[in-house]
């Protein structure tokens, strides 16, 4: 079984059957519930969801729906729990590579876990510090 990373505009964009997750992605996440595939979570990609139902860019019935998905913990989906091992990694990675710290938070959790990260974030991407898949 593959496990990926998630961030938050891919898990959001899966919730939401949304046109703009990749084609490659969309496979991913639609393979993980076949349990063909474990998506990991980072847990700030669940507080970001938190900001944004606060903010109306997301209904609160999404995050509903992501809270859902993640509880009881499915065996093809985990969350990532930040912690000290996380924040090691985190001090491997630039500040001016990746300047968002939830950005930042997510690229940890995937190098720290020595795994992809489905995102499509260019500063990630362009970043270098973990494989990209979109």
Do not use: C
Not at 93 to 120: F, G, N, Q, Y
Request: proline share 4%.
């Amino acid at each position: 079984m593959t496990r990926y990373a998630a961030d938050t505009h891919a898990f959001v964009w899966y919730l939401q059957t949304s046109p703009r997750l990749s084609e490659t992605a969309r496979m991913i996440f639609a393979d993980a519930d076949m349990g063909k595939n474990e998506i990991i979570v980072p847990s700030i990609v669940l507080v970001e969801m938190v900001y944004l139902a606060e903010r109306k860019r997301i209904e609160f019935a999404l995050l509903k729906k992501a809270f859902d998905r993640l509880s009881p913990a499915p065996q093809n989906y985990r969350i990532a729990l930040l912690d000290i091992k996380i924040a090691r990694a985190l001090q491997e990675i630039a500040r001016d590579k990746i300047p968002e710290m939830p950005d930042r938070i997510i690229a940890a959790t995937a190098k720290h876990l020595d795994i992809a990260l489905v995102t499509r974030d260019e500063a990630i991407t362009s970043s270098g510090v973990v494989n990209v898949v979109w």
